[in-house]
């Protein structure tokens, strides 16, 4: 892939006000220009549009993206952080267009509304990578997606709960559970939603009282929780679409002077098991966590690597992912990760 040089620069000093970090993973000022390093070519220039920095779970995702993509690997990152505003995505894709970066990262706050910016990036022959989160767009406008199974983490937890129950002697219950959604039309709440709820529909003695979206914050998280508390008495689960939320909700719901975990009132099943959902869990506030793996760069990485090489790349890259409960010995397990 031909490296851009000097409108880059140019460019770049332009944009140096919006906002819009440059250069490597220690974000080096715009004026170190984009030379030939030893190896005689140029740096591969790579803009990054993220979400936001709304959750843990996205700032080791971004960590994870810069630590990735530095100048000693031969690339040039311009990072763009979006406040969790699509506008701002938008914004940043079509300055990296102008930019002419040798390729676009697009991390999507929700899934609708892209086609017209992935038109103009192929329109000018820029390869567009999804990541994490996914778009509703034809497919032929990017290039790949690497991200999480996000119906499976919703699958995977609720055949987590029907287990737990089972060895609770609760399998015939009459269950009642709440849910907190993340940004409502991301990828995450999407997929989450409609795991957990395929096998919601094969316990008719499940009742979902109410969903409510917690936009993936912990203060909109509390919110939402000290109202669903208000409406109902007697909740047996809580769902909550990322940790951020629940940590909101463990707060309301020990204000409103209950108890959640596996000596609680409320069973407690969260999504991302970040470090600091893993501690809640040692503390024995939250019963099990279903990963989202936001370690994304490596894969990133050798990805836009196998495509300067001129390989085909597979569409749908999915990372790998696990979950914790508190049978587990956590101590031990959150000794090995990295987030
Ligand atoms: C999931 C990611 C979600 C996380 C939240 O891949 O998009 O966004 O689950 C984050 O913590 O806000
Ligand atoms: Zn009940």
Redesign the pocket.
């Known amino acids: 892939m031909k490296h851009r040089n000097s409108i880059v620069l140019m460019v770049s000093l332009l944009l140096a006000g919006m906002c819009i970090t440059a250069g490597n993973a220690a974000g080096a000022s715009l004026s170190d220009d984009r030379t030939d390093n030893d190896s005689g070519d140029g740096l591969v220039m790579v803009g990054v549009s993220q979400?936001g920095s709304?959750?843990d779970?996205?700032i080791a995702m971004t960590q994870s993206i810069k630590s990735a993509f530095t100048t000693d690997e031969g690339f040039y990152l311009i990072f763009q952080d979006a406040q969790q505003k699509q506008e701002n995505q938008i914004k940043a894709m079509r300055n990296f267009i102008l930019q002419e970066v040798d390729y676009i990262v697009l991390d999507p706050i929700v899934e609708t509304g892209w086609d017209a910016i992935l038109q103009e990036a192929k329109d000018t022959g820029i390869p567009v990578i999804i990541v994490?989160?996914m778009v509703d767009a034809d497919p032929q406008l990017y290039t790949c997606w690497i991200?999480?199974d996000f119906e499976k983490e919703g699958r995977d937890a609720a055949e987590w709960l029907a287990a737990y129950l089972g060895t609770e002697g609760r399998g015939e219950e009459e269950i009642h559970l709440v849910t907190l959604q993340?940004t409502l039309g991301?990828s995450?709440q999407i997929g989450r939603t409609k795991g957990f709820s395929e096998v919601l529909d094969e316990h008719e003695n499940w009742k979902m009282l109410a969903r409510e979206d917690g936009d993936?914050t912990q203060a909109k998280g509390q919110e939402a929780m000290e109202k669903l508390l208000e409406r109902y008495d007697d909740i047996d689960v809580l769902i909550s679409?990322?940790?951020?939320m629940t940590f909101g909700a463990i707060d309301a719901i020990q204000k409103a002077g209950k108890t959640c975990g596996p000596n609680g009132d409320m069973i407690v099943i969260s999504?991302?098991a970040v470090e600091a959902a893993l501690d809640a869990m040692i503390d024995g506030e939250i019963n099990a966590d279903f990963e989202?793996n936001p370690l994304q760069g490596p894969q990133l990485l050798e990805t836009i690597r196998n495509l300067e090489k001129g390989m085909t790349v597979d569409k749908i890259q999915h990372v790998d992912e696990t979950y914790f409960d508190a049978t587990m010995n956590l101590p031990e397990l959150k000794a090995e990760r990295k987030y």
Not at 241 to 244: A, L, Y
């Open positions: 979400v709304e959750s779970w996205r994490d989160r991200g999480s993340g991301s995450a993936f679409e990322n940790d951020n999504f991302d989202c």
